[in-house]
């Protein structure tokens, strides 16, 4: 009985982990064919942010934003990438846009859609597994 019992408890463990690895190491889904809640200039969520955080977090925080800027800065990595959309009433950065990939065609001063899951606000609005979006 007792080695029946400690062969249940072992499966169980290995059972757990395997979800648990499996769970850790799943991908995220992409938004590209997921419908924005809400589009809005980059200037005026990052006002939202600055002037009434806690009634923007309730209206923007994990929702699907489509914002449109200009860029002030693109940093390449080998997996990652990440836009900064300019916002007006900031002295550096203002949307700081985190990609899941490598992003190519995109210079400071473009004018550019990008959509993404809002994360909140720390210095900047932040944006993650974000698209370009193209009309």
């Not at 059972?15 to 992409?30: P, Q, R, T």
């Not at 990440?82 to 004018?111: P, Q, R, Y």
């Amino acid at each position: 009985m007792k080695k029946i019992l400690i062969l249940i408890i072992i499966i169980a463990i290995l059972v757990a982990g395997g979800v648990g690895f499996y769970l850790f190491n799943k991908k995220v889904g992409g938004l590209e064919k997921v419908k924005a809640d809400y589009t809005i200039a980059a200037t005026m969520l990052y006002d939202a942010f600055e002037t009434q955080e806690q009634e923007a977090n309730v209206k923007y925080l994990n929702k699907i934003l489509l914002v449109e800027g200009t860029v002030v800065k693109v940093e390449i990595d080998e997996k990652y990438s990440s836009i900064i959309l300019k916002a007006d009433n900031t002295l550096a950065g203002g949307i700081n846009c985190s990609f899941n990939h490598e992003i190519e065609g995109v210079s400071k001063g473009d004018m550019i859609s990008i959509k993404g899951r809002c994360q909140g606000y720390l210095m900047d609005v932040i944006l993650t597994n974000c698209n370009i979006e193209y009309e």
